[in-house]
């Protein structure tokens, strides 16, 4: 079984999702949704996190994650699991009610958790359920705006004061700026390195060092193991391919360096996929 690549250190940020097994729902009504925010509370106070965002859908839900100590896994595994537990409980279920492993991208605070923050309100208005995020109670939009009282696991202060000293102020842009981005046409995903980092090119590379030998595990998905390396195009223009021998060590590299795949080698070269396989079956020699 596939186990995504974790990168944990204090003050991380991580846009985290986790959804129902098999597509089923993870909430059957508001009281099931109520359990997972007081499992929630209980979470964030006991691993010392910040949640700066949260939406609530039927059958997955969305969290932005402050983790100011290395435990996001072993918070997360408590959060699914006493929710687990609460459901199965009370609707007299038995089993699995989350699909295997959460999903957590690790977020370069400055340059990208503003964004998130809007996209993680909007999902509802994308999925067409509401048409303003002021419709729908079950997101920290409403709290964030003033519309609502703040959990007391939500923390609006980073988030606003991005905005305005001053409260009021900064709520207004706030709703200025998730409105503005209920038009926008590209997503905050375009950048994403590797499935799991989002942030700058320094961001990136740091991120990549904490990997730190991780590259040779093989539970762990190829395009997170390699995050970082350079688009497969990228590494036959950085020389000249025209010479044969160059070109097949730079297939060879590809391949087992950055761990692309025979028929993306090929993509980018413009070749069939068994000239890759016979480049490197013969490296192998």
Request: proline content about 3%; charged content about 25%; some cysteine.
């Amino acid at each position: 079984m596939a186990r995504p690549l974790r990168i944990e250190f204090p003050g991380a940020v991580y846009h985290v999702t986790s959804r129902g097994n098999a597509r089923s729902a993870i909430f059957e009504d508001d009281d099931d949704r109520h359990i997972f925010l007081n499992v929630l509370g209980q979470v964030v106070k006991r691993f010392n996190w910040l949640c700066h965002a949260y939406c609530l859908m039927d059958n997955h839900y969305h969290l932005l994650i402050e983790t100011q100590d290395s435990n996001l896994s072993a918070g997360m595994r408590h959060l699914n699991g006493v929710y687990t537990q609460a459901y199965n409980r009370k609707h007299g279920k038995d089993g699995h009610v989350f699909k295997g492993r959460f999903k957590s991208v690790l977020v370069e605070k400055e340059s990208h958790l503003i964004e998130l923050c809007r996209y993680v309100v909007l999902n509802t208005v994308r999925a067409g359920i509401v048409e303003q995020p002021e419709q729908y109670r079950w997101s920290s939009y409403l709290p964030t705006i003033g519309k609502a009282d703040v959990p007391a696991f939500l923390c609006t202060d980073w988030l606003l004061a991005n905005f305005s000293s001053s409260l009021s102020e900064s709520r207004r842009l706030y709703r200025r700026f998730v409105k503005e981005g209920m038009a926008a046409s590209v997503s905050p995903w375009a950048k994403l390195a590797g499935q799991i980092i989002l942030g700058t090119e320094e961001f990136i590379q740091n991120a990549k060092e904490m990997i730190g030998g991780r590259e040779t595990i093989r539970e762990i998905p190829r395009q997170q193991r390699h995050v970082g390396r350079p688009a497969a195009a990228e590494i036959f223009l950085l020389e000249a391919v025209a010479d044969k021998q160059e070109r097949n060590r730079l297939i060879r590299h590809a391949y087992g360096t950055y761990g692309y795949t025979l028929t993306e080698i090929a993509q980018a070269l413009g070749v069939h996929y068994t000239t890759i396989s016979k480049v490197i079956n013969c490296g192998k020699k």
